[in-house]
């Protein structure tokens, strides 16, 4: 079946450092890619998105490019904040007919410092 | 900050009773999804509603079972509770029911089966 890998955390950074996160997929149809983020206490936020191959999602300077080739969706930032502290979590929806679920991975947590 | 909110947000059970969680849709959303969030891990997708019909379901025993009502609204009731159904339960609303929309998400129930 359908499944999303993420690279596990804990990530710490300093304040200002760049950022990525690794995130593969497993789907045999054509799934539009997402990152969410959850921070303390709250819910899944939808951080960007991306639908078809080569697309770039971004939010909040933070990027990620559908790259089909690879079947991956990395997570950039260029300089991270201590608000960015939080879990992202990478996640596919499969467009396939009848099929309306949403695949999560298991989420990396990131702790910027000052 | 979505206008998704979930009652109650904590709550304690012993194994082998039974409950029901709830879900306040944002307004103008006719889809309704849960999932299930273990300590450390992804959100699992358990089931979908669409226009009060479930229209995908997950990995998930009957007895986690569901509604949703005309208002959109919606409950999310499990019977016959074990230690393992110990998790955040998310409730996510959208537009559509096509799986490739936005969720926004509430902050969860937190659910402890003792």
């Known amino acids: 079946g359908d499944s999303v890998t993420q690279m596990e955390g804990p990530v710490t950074l300093s304040e200002e450092a760049c950022l990525t996160i690794?995130?593969?997929?497993?789907?045999?149809?054509?799934?539009?890619l997402f990152w969410y983020v959850q921070y303390p206490g709250e819910g899944l936020q939808l951080l960007l998105k991306?639908?078809?191959?080569?697309d770039k999602g971004s939010n909040k300077g933070f990027e990620a490019t559908y790259r089909k080739e690879t079947t991956s969706f990395h997570l950039e930032k260029g300089s991270v904040q201590v608000s960015d502290s939080a879990v992202y979590f990478c996640?596919?929806?499969?467009?396939?007919?009848?099929?309306?679920?949403?695949?999560f991975g298991t989420g990396t947590r990131l702790k910027v410092l000052a | 900050e979505t206008g998704v909110t979930q009652s109650p947000t904590h709550l304690i059970k012993t194994r082998g009773q039974q409950v029901t969680l709830r879900c306040s849709s944002q307004?103008?959303?006719?889809?309704v999804s849960w999932y299930q969030q273990a300590l450390g891990q992804g959100p699992q997708f358990i089931f979908q509603?669409?226009?009060?019909?479930?229209?995908g379901r997950g990995n998930f025993p009957p007895r986690f079972s569901g509604l949703q009502f005309p208002n959109y609204s919606s409950e999310l009731n499990v019977n016959a509770l074990e230690l393992d159904d110990s998790a955040l339960y998310l409730c996510?609303?959208?537009?559509?029911?096509?799986?490739?929309?936005?969720?926004?998400f509430g902050s969860g129930t937190q659910l402890s089966v003792l």
């Open positions: 996640a596919l929806s499969d467009r396939s007919p009848g099929t309306y679920k949403y695949i």
């Open positions: 509603y669409y226009r009060e019909e479930e229209n």
């Open positions: 307004s103008g959303h006719n889809t």
């Open positions: 996510a609303s959208s537009l559509g029911g096509q799986g490739t929309e936005k969720l926004f």
């Open positions: 991306a639908t078809k191959a080569d």
């Open positions: 690794n995130c593969t997929y497993t789907a045999t149809g054509y799934p539009s």
